[in-house]
C-alpha cells in the first residue's frame, strides 16, 4: 500500500475515533437531560399531589384542574393512603396496567396498550412509562402518590439525537479523509523529490547530489544521508575504474610483449620441429589468455557501466552489418542462414554494445553449429518489446547446463574450449548489455536438435527509465 | 626515415626498436611524456609512436601539445583500453591511427607502413610482388595486368601480407586484422583457410608458381620471387 494512502488511513483512524468519543460523551450527557428534566417534573406534581391529598381535597373522580399547572390527562396518576388502598386515580390507569410497585424511586416501564387511550395512540402498541413514586408522611399513616409519564416523545428525541450525531460522524469521516489525503501528499511531496533526485543521480550521473533545505529536520538528515552514501559509491566507482584501467595496462603490456616474442619466434627458419610445433601451442594459449584478459576487462567495465547511449537504430541494418562481416564464415560452413526481421524495427539503444551482443551471439551460433547447419535469427515487436532471436541447429545444451550457461566461465564443455576458444564470457557480456537496456536474456534448448537465445529489449524510453 | 617510441615499458621499447631496425627504420625512444615532447620539439620524425599510459604527462595531452605546436608528424597511439569511446578520443585529439593492446607485431608494421606512405604523399599506392599488384588506395587487384574481384576480406587477407612481406602471418593475426577486436578470432582463423583458397584461385596462385606459401602450424607468407 502507498504511504500517502496509510497516513491517510491513519489520520483518518484517529480523527473518527476521536470524534467518536467526543459523540458517546455528548450522547450520554444529552439522553439522560430530558429524563430528568421530566423526572423533575413529575416530583413537583408529586408534592402538589401530596400536598392536596393531606388537605382531602382530592377524592376519586375529583377534577382539580386549576390547581395544577399542567394537564394531568396527560399522566398515569394513583394515590394510596396510609392502608395501601386507592383514594385517587385518574383516567388513565383504567386503561393502562402499569407493573409499578411502591418503592421510592424512578424508572422506566413498558406495557402494552390494551386499549385505545383518549390520550395514548395505537391499540396494541408498546408504549414506554416514567414512573415516579413518592411517599408522604409516616409509613402507615401518610400517602403513596405514583405518577407515570409515556415517554415516547423522548425516544423520538433520542433517535433525532443518535441520527444527528450519526450524520456528524459522517460527515466529518469524509471531511477526515479528503483533508488528510491531502496533508499526507504534504508530507510526502519533499519525499517524493528526494526519491527523484536520488534515482536520477544512481541512473545518470553519480557526480550530483541531492541540495540540502534551510531547516535541519528530518528530511535534511536523509538528504544528507544519502549525499554521504553516493561520495562513498563515487569513491568507489572512480576506485574501481582507476583499478580496471591500471589492471589493463599492466596486464596488457606484458601480454604484449610476449606477443611479440613468439610471432618473432615463429618467424625463424632454423627451430627444430618439434620445437616449433610446442611454440606454436604456447602461442595459442597466450592468445586466448589475452583474450581472456580482454573480455574479463571488458566485463568489469560493463559492470561499472551505470548509463549506456541511447540512440535509435535500425535492428535490421545493425543485424546485416554484423552479418555482413560474417558472411565468408556462413559460407565457409555451409550454414542455412534465414532473417526474418520487419524493416522498420527500430530500437533505442547504444549501437556498440548492441553490436558487441550481436557479433557474440552469432560467434556462438556459428561455434555450436555443424557443417551444413541452420541459423535462424527472427525479430519482432511482441507488445511494449522487441524480441530478437537466434535459433541454431546443433549440438544443444542439457538442461542442467541451460540455467548455467550465462555464468561467467561457464562452458558447456570445458574440455572443448581449446577447439572453439572463446573464453566463457561471452554470454555474461550479453547478458549484461542487455540488462543495461533493461531487457532480459533466455535460452532454450533441445540436446542434440538445436539452441534458441532470445533477448527482449523494451521499445520506449519510459520504459528504460523506470530502472 | 626516423620513428620516435614513446612508451614507458623498456622491454617493449627494446622489442619495437629491434623490429624497427630490422625493416632499416631508424628509432629513437622516450620513456615519459616529458622526455617525448622534448625530443619531439627538437627533431624531425616521420612518426610517433605513442603510448597513452605514460608517467608525468600522459599520452593524450603528448599529442594535444605536439598538435598545438603545429607539428604534424604521424601519430601511432598505443593503448590498453580499447574501447571506442577511447578511440574516438585518441583519433579526436589528432592521432592518425590506433592500435589497441596488445598487438601483432605484423599488425603495428602495417599501419607503421600505411602511415609512412601516406605522410610521404607518394601517390604510388601500388603494392607488386611479382605479377601480382595490389592498390591500396582504389582497391582494385591485377594478376598478370589483369584485374581481380576479391571481396573486402579477401581484400583484406591480401593487402596484409602484401604489407608484411617476407613475414609469416598466422591465422589468429589475420583473422585479427580482418575482423577487428570484437569478434572471437578463435572462430575466424578456423576460416581464414576458406579465404587463402579462394584468394589463391582467384588470383590464378599455383602449385608451380606458389605467391601465398603455406607454413605448416604458424600461417601464410608471400615472399618475393628471389626465393
Known sequence: ?467 | MKILIVDDEPDLIEELRETLKQQRYETDTAPDGEAALDKVFDTVYDLVILDIMLPKIDGLAVLKEIRDGDIKTPVLMLTAKGSVEDRITGLDCGADDYLPKPFAMAELMARVRSLLRRASEHKDTLLTVRDVSLDTKTREVFSGGVPVELTPKEFSVLEFLFYNKNRAISRFTLAEHVWGDEFDPFTMSNFIDVHIKNLRRKIGDSETKRLIRTIRGVGFIIEDGQE
Do not use: C
Open chain 1, 1 to 467: 500500500m502507498k504511504i500517502r494512502y496509510k497516513i491517510t488511513l491513519w489520520i483518518t483512524a484517529t480523527g473518527v475515533f476521536v470524534s467518536l468519543v467526543f459523540s458517546l460523551i455528548i450522547f450520554m450527557e444529552m439522553r439522560e437531560l430530558p429524563y430528568k428534566s421530566m423526572d423533575a417534573g413529575l416530583q413537583a406534581i408529586a408534592q402538589i399531589l401530596g400536598r392536596l391529598a393531606v388537605t382531602e381535597k382530592i377524592a376519586s373522580g375529583n377534577r382539580f384542574a386549576g390547581e395544577l399547572p399542567v394537564d394531568l390527562n396527560q399522566y398515569w396518576i394513583r394515590i394510596y393512603d396510609g392502608h395501601m388502598r386507592i383514594i385517587y386515580q385518574n383516567e388513565m390507569p383504567r386503561h393502562v396496567v402499569l407493573p409499578v410497585h411502591n418503592r421510592t424511586g424512578t424508572y422506566t416501564v413498558t406495557n402494552v396498550l390494551a386499549e385505545k387511550s383518549n390520550d395514548l395512540e395505537g391499540e396494541g402498541k408498546e408504549a414506554a412509562f416514567r414512573v415516579r413514586t413518592v411517599h408522604l408522611g409516616k409509613p402507615g399513616s401518610g400517602y403513596i402518590i405514583q405518577i407515570a409519564r409515556p415517554v415516547g416523545e423522548l425516544q423520538d428525541e433520542v433517535v433525532d439525537l443518535v441520527q444527528n450525531i450519526a450524520l456528524g460522524l459522517l460527515v466529518t469521516t469524509l471531511l477526515l479523509i479528503f483533508l488528510s489525503y491531502g496533508v499526507a501528499g504534504r508530507i510526502l511531496r519533499p519525499i517524493e523529490v528526494i526519491n527523484r533526485l536520488s534515482r536520477d543521480i544512481s541512473d545518470k550521473t553519480l557526480d550530483r547530489r541531492i541540495p540540502l533545505g534551510k531547516s535541519r529536520d528530518e528530511l535534511y538528515a536523509l538528504s544528507s544521508s544519502l549525499n554521504r552514501m553516493f561520495d562513498r559509491l563515487q569513491y568507489s566507482f572512480d576506485k574501481q575504474k582507476q583499478f580496471i584501467a591500471d589492471a589493463s595496462h599492466e596486464l596488457k603490456s606484458p601480454i604484449t610483449l610476449l606477443m611479440l616474442f613468439m610471432e618473432g619466434a615463429l618467424q625463424r627458419k632454423d627451430l627444430p620441429d618439434s620445437f616449433q610445433q610446442r611454440l606454436i601451442r604456447q602461442t595459442n594459449i597466450l592468445r586466448r589468455m589475452s583474450r581472456l584478459v580482454k573480455n574479463l576487462l571488458d566485463l568489469s567495465a560493463l559492470e561499472l557501466k551505470r548509463t549506456i547511449g541511447f540512440e535509435e537504430i535500425s535492428l535490421p541494418g545493425l543485424l546485416k552489418s554484423v552479418l555482413e562481416d560474417y558472411a565468408d564464415v556462413f559460407a565457409a560452413k555451409r550454414i542455412n542462414l534465414t532473417l526474418n526481421i520487419p524493416e522498420d524495427l527500430e530500437v533505442r539503444g547504444d549501437r556498440e554494445e548492441l553490436q558487441r551482443v550481436f557479433i557474440n551471439l552469432v560467434d556462438n551460433a556459428i561455434k555450436y553449429s555443424r557443417t551444413g547447419g541452420e541459423i535462424r535469427i527472427r525479430a519482432a515487436r511482441v507488445g511494449h518489446d522487441i524480441r530478437v532471436s537466434l535459433y541454431n541447429t546443433g549440438r544443444g545444451i542439457s538442461k542442467a547446463d541451460l540455467e548455467r550457461v550465462f555464468d561467467q566461465f561457464y562452458r558447456v564443455e570445458k574440455s572443448r574450449s581449446l577447439q572453439y576458444g572463446g573464453s566463457g564470457l561471452g554470454l555474461t557480456i550479453v547478458k549484461r548489455i542487455v540488462e543495461l537496456h533493461s531487457g532480459t536474456t533466455e535460452m532454450e534448448s533441445e540436446p542434440g536438435a538445436w539452441t534458441q537465445i532470445t533477448i527482449t529489449l523494451p521499445v520506449s524510453a519510459e520504459s528504460y527509465k523506470k530502472q
